[in-house]
């Protein structure tokens, strides 16, 4: 009798660890994707404000320094902007790298943004790569460019022609 107590009470203790270890990977894994969303939410919000749009605009309206030359010869107001664009970019890209934010997010929002802003940079990266030196400058900025560049390749429908396609075909 003694012994049938005992093992029925090392089940229902082997069983609440069960449950215990279960639970605690449920609340670790809603723990991660709510940190997630959360992370997700917070960089587009600062996709949406007029800070970047004002950043969006002047990478497009200058004429990119090719050498760090060219590069500390700007204003220093002019140089900030530049720092602040490739420092955005380049902190979406450890995002990205590090899987706490999804590629297919940064493709849907500011994909073609992102490679060619990076197609601006280049030159002026890799003379200043060569120069400071330093190899790691906006590698994770150049990382997800060519993440983006390859979704572009890919020939993703635009969600306009993927919707007009669907409405397409049920109409026939």
Do not use: C
């Not at 906006?138 to 890919?154: H, M, N, P, S, T």
């Amino acid at each position: 009798m003694t012994v049938t107590i005992e093992v029925i009470a090392n089940i229902a203790l082997t069983l609440s660890v069960i449950v215990a270890l279960i639970f605690g990977i449920a609340q670790v894994r809603t723990a991660e994707r709510d940190r997630r969303e959360r992370l997700t939410l917070e960089t587009l919000r600062v996709f949406n404000t007029r800070e970047f749009a004002e950043i969006i605009h002047f990478m497009q309206v200058l004429d990119m320094p090719k050498t760090r030359e060219a590069f500390t010869a700007l204003p220093d107001e002019q140089q900030v902007i530049l720092i602040q664009g490739s420092q955005q970019m380049e902190s979406l890209g450890m995002l990205v790298y590090e899987n706490a934010i999804d590629l297919d997010l940064v493709d849907k929002t500011i994909g073609s943004f992102v490679s060619l802003t990076w197609e601006k940079y280049k030159p002026m990266f890799e003379d200043m790569r060569e120069k400071i030196p330093d190899p790691y400058l906006g590698e994770y900025f150049q990382w997800l460019a060519e993440r983006v560049d390859q979704k572009i390749q890919e020939h993703r429908l635009p969600y306009y022609a993927q919707s007009q396609k669907r409405w397409r075909t049920m109409k026939h």
